[in-house]
Nanobody, 124 residues
Framework: QVQLVESGGGAVHSGGSLRLSCAAS???????FGWFRQPPGKEREFVAS????????YYGDSVKGRFFISRDNRNETIFLQMNDLKPEDTAVYYC??????????????????WGQGTQVTVSD
């Protein structure tokens, strides 16, 4: 089991940037991590994921080229750098963990462990 705690959410204007962090603990070896988001009144959607080695990254189409996922295995922290934010990026952002054999998965049901979420609000 992996414990996850997100931080770094907040309110910004369009075009702004935020960096989300996810502190992981527990069984993090051979674990891939992902970020999902859930806009108000909508279903949870895939944002990005990163392999346990950090060598493979995957992105949702709506954030490709604007968001960047990375991880610091020494400190067991996963980051999501969000640039050029848009109002449609407003959502609760969740960090999630999945076994390495699901590497690259965009499906929430393949992630076993989840953080509590952090709110990101982007205004015009």
């Amino acid at each position: 089991q992996v414990q996850l705690v997100e931080s770094g959410g907040g309110a910004v204007h369009s075009g702004g940037s935020l960096r989300l962090s996810c502190a992981a603990s527990g069984r993090t070896h051979n674990t891939d991590f992902g970020w999902f988001r859930q806009p108000p009144g909508k279903e949870r959607e895939f944002v990005a994921s990163i392999s346990w080695s950090g060598t493979r990254t995957y992105y949702g189409d709506s954030v490709k080229g604007r968001f960047f996922i990375s991880r610091d295995n020494r400190n067991e922290t996963i980051f999501l750098q969000m640039n050029d934010l848009k109002p449609e990026d407003t959502a609760v952002y969740y960090c999630a963990a999945t076994p390495a054999y699901y590497s690259g998965s965009r499906y929430a049901f393949e992630y076993n462990d989840w953080g509590q979420g952090t709110q990101v609000t982007v205004s015009d």
